[in-house]
């Protein structure tokens, strides 16, 4: 099992920063894919940005350009930075891992979640 603690969120007006932290632990073997994900009210979760084990990242369009993901794999930590913040970017956020396990020619994965920070920004 892994663990996810997630750190960071409050309110902020807008044009302001935040930044979120989730730290894994638990019995990891090794992270493929740390990520960040976010839910408004009456909304579906959404990708934010998400970073690969390798290094390679993505992001939603409506945050590129704002929005800084980033990891520490010796602390099995991911961060989320979080600038020129947007009254629309007020959601809860959640951490996402993807943990694998490899099995000779083949590999398990298993998504964990945090438990959800609120970010909430004020016009």
């Known amino acids: 099992q892994v663990q996810l603690v997630e750190s960071g969120g409050g309110l902020v007006q807008a044009g302001g920063s935040l930044r979120l932290s989730c730290a894994a632990s638990g019995s990891i073997v090794s992270i493929n894919v740390m990520g960040w994900y976010r839910q408004a009210p009456g909304k579906q979760r959404e990708l934010v940005a998400a970073v690969r084990s390798g290094g390679n990242t993505n992001y939603a369009d409506s945050v590129k350009g704002r929005f800084t993901i980033s990891r520490d794999n010796a602390k099995n930590t991911v961060y989320l930075q979080m600038n020129s913040l947007k009254p629309e970017d007020t959601a809860v956020y959640y951490c996402?891992?993807?943990?694998?396990?490899?099995?000779?020619?083949?590999?398990?994965?298993?998504?964990?979640w945090g438990q959800g920070t609120q970010v909430t920004v004020s016009s």
């Open positions: 996402n891992v993807q943990h694998r396990v490899y099995r000779g020619s083949y590999a398990d994965y298993t998504n964990y």
